[in-house]
């Protein structure tokens, strides 16, 4: 006698795996309204192709040249995830590339994202789209495409990753810096931080640990925040409208560096020619409450302060003297505070490219 015995097959799925392509198709979906926002002169089509399109032709430009960037906002991360609040890294994200572009003259034309993490949670994706949008939207860039990818046993549950990538363009002959027109007695204009920015979350996640401070305590250098998580993830404020303001309306700004990683320590060098350096006096900085709560929570020197963080610096532009006067007037007129923190000076093989004098005003 033959037995016949039916089994019923078995079989994995990619769900099983950890990996939801319908949730994925959905939050596509639901994201498509918040994309159609940030539309703007050249986009063509939508997102959901193999690649964005954009039509630079249709922008204007005579002779552009294409500048590109890409960033992302490190462990500031850890912070939007471990206070569930995901919005105000989205505009982050943007701003880090943005600023790039702008500092070299070019107008920001578009961005994409990609946005990596354990599973998909699409109410934390959808906050951070929408931080996104309203950066692209701050930008004037268009938000024509991204990537979500979902990795299990890449990233641990409730991670995730973003990095963001933006494409401008500028007119070849109002390229920045203008390294043959810096001289000494230029002087070094100082656009204000809304904080942190998103540089120095591992000193400031440390300081915090060490300290035994929950997010959700009170937020004791800002009483305009609820809680010390929320001030802590004020958005990187973005410098693109008032800056292509001051350029389109004078053409004076020689160079300009956007203060991110290093402080001014290590961005300022970057824009400078070989035969000038650059004295900041910092006393003359404007240092927001945030960076002495730090310094005096962390027990952390002015010197310290000045290598990971920008210390009420967001952006530095270098004028000529004569100009100073019409380009803080022209920023102020961009709702955008400008002031001089110091001068370039004359350089020689034996002269380092960036000088202090005095020290932060780290008092409260």
Request: net charge negative; glycine share 10%; with cysteine.
């Amino acid at each position: 006698m033959t037995e016949t015995i039916d089994k019923q097959q078995e079989y994995l799925t990619y769900s099983q795996a950890g990996v939801n392509i319908t949730a994925g198709n959905d939050f596509v979906t639901r994201i498509k309204p918040l994309v159609q926002k940030t539309h703007r002169a050249g986009v063509m089509g939508g997102i959901g192709g193999f690649g964005g399109l954009f039509d630079l032709k249709a922008t204007g430009f005579t002779d552009p040249i294409l500048v590109a960037a890409n960033d992302g906002v490190g462990t500031k991360l850890k912070v939007a995830i471990e206070t569930g609040r995901h919005h105000s890294i989205g505009v982050d994200l943007v701003a880090m590339c943005v600023n790039d572009l702008i500092v070299q003259g070019a107008e920001p034309l578009f961005f994409l994202d990609y946005y990596a993490t354990s599973h998909l949670d699409i109410e934390a994706g959808h906050s951070i789209v929408k931080g996104i949008v309203e950066g692209c939207q701050q930008a004037g860039a268009a938000l024509i495409g991204g990537e979500t990818a979902e990795m299990p046993g890449l990233y641990q549950k409730g991670d995730y990753d973003l990095a963001g990538f933006a494409l401008g363009a500028v007119e070849r002959h109002q390229i920045l810096p203008r390294l043959n027109e810096l001289q000494p007695g230029d002087h070094i204009i100082a656009l204000p931080s809304s904080g942190l920015h998103s540089n120095g979350f591992s000193l400031v996640r440390k300081i915090i640990s060490n300290n035994n401070l929950p997010y959700h305590s009170e937020a004791v250098f800002d009483v305009g925040k609820e809680t010390l998580g929320e001030a802590l993830l004020t958005p990187t404020k973005i410098y693109v409208n008032s800056v292509l303001h001051v350029l389109r309306r004078t053409n004076s700004i020689k160079a300009l560096a956007h203060i991110t990683g290093g402080g001014l320590e290590e961005n300022i060098p970057r824009i400078l020619s070989d035969n000038v350096a650059a004295q900041i006096n910092l006393p003359y900085i404007e240092v927001p409450a945030v960076f002495k709560w730090l310094s005096k929570l962390g027990n952390i020197p002015s010197h310290e302060m000045l290598r990971p963080f920008n210390c009420g610096v967001g952006m530095v532009a270098i004028v000529d003297q004569a100009q100073t006067d019409t380009i803080i007037n022209e920023f102020a007129a961009a709702s955008q505070n400008a002031y001089v923190i110091g001068e370039l000076i004359s350089r020689n093989a034996d002269t380092n490219s960036l000088l202090f004098s005095g020290d932060l005003d780290l008092c409260k």
